[in-house]
């Protein structure tokens, strides 16, 4: 198992590199000059900026300083808020903030949209067939209703309905539990009916394999056999979704962070794209990477515990 992790590791080392050198390149070519303004800046004081920055050396050059910068933990200097530190606008001390918020947001996020998925997967899979059919048939409506329908429709609407109309929820901020509630429900929604997709039919098919009906035969109760025997095998295509979903939870929280003033990094790409703080969105699409490799990884690792053949 040790041997497995460190092969897992020698592969994302090199792809955190890949990416930081691509975001660099995207970045730095970029047109325009991050300190343009509406008010033209006197040449000898854009040339002690660029100087500042290392922007008059050579692209390599840049790129080498850079580096040398990530591996002593330091993200840069902010090119819109001159002086400030990288580090401190995306990890601002007290956790009130940037990097801490999101990291709240998208863990409630994925436990919500896990527990519930999972468990209207298997319901939707013992219902088939059944009696109760019709439950199977409404929950799969509404999955792939809300499977269909982006954050960028659901967050306003949520918004709309929840807060100006019925008044139950704050439309927007952050600070206190009930500002917490509406934006990760909004954000956990399609991953709930995503996992609950997954779930049923994985179910469905470990349900019909030939081990399930000897259980059966011997006598077995059918929670016994859902329990003991069929969950977890059918569980194993969600542990392997949970890593592209930390990646869909992250890139959407861009969106719900905006619509409810959230003041996480999502808010900061935004701002960091609109201001041409350059430092600031390459920093920021590097830690999304680094999360993305990192969740990935631990989905690999625990998979690899769920199925020891995959260890070999």
């Given at each position: 198992?040790?041997?497995y992790i460190i092969r897992r590791l020698g592969g994302a080392i090199p792809t955190l590199f890949v990416v930081v050198l691509i975001s660099f390149l995207m970045v730095h070519m970029t047109p325009g000059d991050p300190f343009a303004t509406e008010r033209a800046l006197p040449p000898e004081v854009l040339k002690q900026l660029h100087h500042q920055y290392h922007l008059d050396l050579p692209l390599w050059?840049?790129?080498f300083y850079y580096i040398n910068d990530l591996l002593h933990g330091n993200l840069g200097y902010s090119y819109k808020y001159q002086g400030q530190s990288i580090n401190?606008?995306?990890f601002p001390d007290g956790g009130q903030g940037g990097f801490w918020v999101s990291v709240q947001l998208g863990i409630f996020s994925i436990i919500l949209a896990s527990i519930f998925g999972i468990i209207f997967g298997i319901f939707s899979a013992l219902t088939r067939n059944t009696k109760l059919g019709f439950v199977d048939r409404i929950i799969g409506v509404i999955a792939m209703l809300f499977i269909s329908t982006p954050i960028v429709v659901t967050a306003p609407l949520a918004v709309l309905i929840f807060a100006v109309i019925l008044g139950i929820f704050p439309a927007g901020g952050w600070g206190s539990w009930n500002d917490l509630v509406l934006p990760v429900i909004v954000l956990a929604i399609p991953y709930i009916a995503i996992i609950t997709q997954i779930t049923r039919s994985s179910l469905i098919e470990i349900l019909s394999s030939p081990f399930i009906r000897t259980a059966k035969a011997k006598g077995l109760s059918m929670p016994r056999i859902v329990w003991k025997h069929a969950l977890k095998p059918s569980l194993m295509p969600v542990v392997s979704f949970l890593g592209p979903a930390v990646a869909g939870i992250l890139t959407g929280s861009v969106v719900v962070e905006t619509v409810f003033t959230i003041p996480g990094i999502?808010?900061?790409v935004v701002q960091g794209a609109t201001n041409r703080d350059y430092n600031l969105v390459l920093a920021l699409t590097i830690i999304y990477s680094l999360l993305v490799i990192l969740?990935?990884?631990?989905?690999?690792?625990?998979?690899?515990?769920?199925d020891p053949k995959i260890r070999y």
């Open positions: 198992m040790f041997g050059k840049q790129f401190q606008l995306v999502g808010v900061q969740f990935n990884l631990i989905v690999d690792i625990v998979y690899a515990f769920l």
